[in-house]
């Protein structure tokens, strides 16, 4: 990301049992991953990191919202006790990087240490039960913030939405198949994570040889309105079938994925 660039925000809400601040200020205090919280600040002590807090009363349309941002989860106690919520908070961040939106991360484990019910990310839209997000936190090194920050929107074409929370350009594609389109985003996307390439207009990938080959094109990406937290300032590749030619030298970003898939 260049400095000329603009910084999205992450924002995580966590909806609690608590029945007022003070119930959780406390309930952070009590809990042992080093977190304090004073005035709109939620601090963790050991390393200084520092987050915006937005304490709100009972939201009556938050069962419903997590409802629709987490189905894999939909009907299950944890997704029930979504609706029984006293409280919600908003934890504010910058994105943009894969550090700060660790950071993130572990900073709402926090809150469903102390109380919270579950995690939903505004700035994408996808929605993790406690035990999900537990998982997720812990499985950080293994690249899990690519599954906590990004889902697949599906319709006449396929696009992931959330990359921006991690620095990195979305993926959109035709949709052909909507099985297929997902999966061959969600390879994509995480190579993008997970290798940190630097992809350029025109090249070529494959998931592995033999498979359909793709042309990466600029493109800006779904229009999600103005001053949607979903829009990504980095747009997205769109990835563009072409006919396979088994005489053309494998680029390296190609073989590249072959080695994540294999």
């Not at 390879?187 to 207009?201: D, H």
């Not at 998931?207 to 980095?234: C, F, I, M, Q």
Request: neutral net charge; aromatic residues 8%; glycine residues 8%.
């Amino acid at each position: 990301m260049s400095a000329s660039q603009p910084r999205p925000s992450i924002i995580l809400c966590v909806p609690g049992m608590w029945s007022s601040r003070t119930e959780l200020i406390e309930a952070i205090a009590r809990s042992e991953r080093g977190y304090l919280y004073a005035g709109q600040i939620l601090m963790h002590a050991p390393t200084r990191q520092a987050f915006e807090l937005e304490f709100h009363a009972h939201d009556p349309r938050m069962a419903d919202a997590f409802r629709a941002a987490g189905p894999h989860w939909r009907d299950t106690p944890a997704m029930n006790a979504i609706g029984q919520h006293a409280s919600v908070v908003y934890l504010i961040g910058p994105g943009g990087f894969r550090g700060d939106a660790h950071a993130l991360m572990l900073a709402a484990a926090a809150l469903l240490d102390a109380g919270g019910l579950g995690v939903k990310v505004e700035s994408s839209g996808v929605a993790h039960s406690p035990d999900d997000w537990r998982a997720l936190c812990t499985d950080i090194h293994l690249f899990s913030a690519h599954r906590a920050y990004v889902l697949y929107i599906t319709g006449p074409q396929v696009y992931s939405c959330g990359m921006h929370n991690l620095g990195l350009r979305d993926a959109i594609i035709e949709n052909a198949g909507t099985a297929a389109a997902v999966e061959l985003l969600r390879v994509f996307t995480r190579y993008l994570v997970i290798e940190s390439p630097t992809l350029l207009a025109g090249q070529t990938f494959s998931t592995e040889n033999g498979a359909p080959v793709y042309r990466l094109h600029d493109d800006p990406g779904p229009d999600h309105g103005d001053n949607s937290l979903y829009t990504n300032p980095w747009g997205s590749w769109r990835l563009v079938p072409i006919s396979m030619d088994r005489t053309t030298r494998w680029s390296g970003l190609r073989t590249a994925m072959r080695r994540l898939v294999s």
